[in-house]
């Protein structure tokens, strides 16, 4: 197998020794310009892993991180499962080696499992881009971003939007954040989460709203610190590595003085939807009024 795909502005290419199953949201970034690849992956189906030599630079039940004399070395588990299902290691800046265990092919179907064979935040972060735990939704050509942590209501607010107002999600788990022409905008994401919503789709943000959930409505728009801690807590940051905390940092800076961060709290109903438009879309609710 060789194909290749572009994520963001990476562009990549994935050989392997044998056909695998590329999972539906991974397989809408396949690109046709096999001319264009800045990187590659070499993907090896293994019954057992080369050993890691270096330092380690982080340790959880899903993942140990290694510092090598090439880059940065991953084994990559599943939590709940005693043993790593790949080897993630970095050749060079421009190569990288997967070694996927025989027994774990048939999870590939997962967009989770495969997409963190390739360590891609690494690549975003290097190329100014911030992948931001939300649902990603379309509205008048603009983006709004419901983030909050898990189970907290995010799909819920954007099937509402969906629903009475026309709206439409583009990812209702992951959105990739990067600067197109100047401006903050909103990208595809191959991961969605349990909605199975996934499109590859760029457009600029309008706003991006924190949920809180309540019994009455109320918005209310973050200061820039208040918004840089918000979005933190969001952000998929490597925090063993300095320079990608850094460089984070500065990026969520610069997205809370373009982009307004407000914190809806909220039901379910569509009061919460009107509330919300009230603030995002002044405009529109003062012409619906002129119209009566």
């Known amino acids: 197998m060789d194909k290749h795909f572009c994520v963001g502005s990476f562009r990549f290419r994935l050989v392997c020794e044998r056909e695998i199953d590329i999972p539906h949201n991974?397989?809408?970034?396949?690109?046709?310009?096999?001319?264009?690849?800045?990187?590659?992956?070499?993907?090896?189906?293994?019954?057992?892993?080369?050993?890691?030599?270096?330092?380690?630079?982080?340790?959880?039940?899903?993942?140990?991180?290694?510092?090598?004399?090439?880059?940065?070395?991953?084994?990559?588990?599943i939590k709940g499962q005693s043993k790593p299902y790949a080897l993630y290691r970095e050749l060079s800046g421009q190569e990288a080696e997967v070694h996927l265990a025989a027994e774990a092919v048939d999870d590939l179907r997962f967009d989770p499992v495969f997409t963190s064979l390739f360590a891609l935040e690494r690549q975003m972060i290097r190329r100014d881009s911030m992948i931001l735990h939300c649902a990603y939704i379309k509205y008048h050509g603009k983006a709004i971003l419901f983030s909050a942590p898990s189970e907290t209501g995010k799909s819920t607010q954007a099937g509402l939007w969906e629903r009475y107002r026309g709206s439409e999600t583009v990812n209702g788990d992951r959105a990739l954040l990067r600067k197109i022409d100047g401006r903050w905008t909103a990208c595809g994401w191959p991961v969605c989460g349990t909605s199975e919503i996934c499109h590859l789709k760029d457009t600029p943000i309008h706003a991006v709203v924190m949920l809180r959930q309540g019994k009455e409505n109320q918005v209310e728009r973050f200061s820039p610190v208040q918004a840089f801690t918000q979005l933190y807590s969001q952000i998929t940051v490597n925090q063993w590595n300095r320079d990608f905390v850094q460089r984070t940092a500065e990026l969520i800076e610069d997205l809370?003085?373009?982009?307004?961060?407000?914190?809806?709290?909220?039901?379910?109903?569509?009061?919460a939807v009107r509330c919300l438009e009230t603030v995002l879309f002044p405009e529109d609710i003062s012409g619906r009024w002129d119209l009566l």
Not at 53 to 61: F, H, Q, S, V, Y
Not at 256 to 271: A, D, G, K, M
């Open 256 to 271: 809370v003085v373009h982009v307004p961060v407000w914190q809806l709290t909220c039901n379910i109903s569509e009061n």
């Open 26 to 77: 991974f397989s809408l970034f396949e690109s046709s310009s096999h001319n264009s690849s800045e990187f590659t992956y070499h993907m090896t189906i293994a019954d057992y892993f080369p050993s890691v030599e270096g330092t380690i630079l982080a340790r959880r039940p899903d993942l140990t991180v290694y510092g090598t004399d090439t880059g940065e070395a991953r084994l990559i588990g």
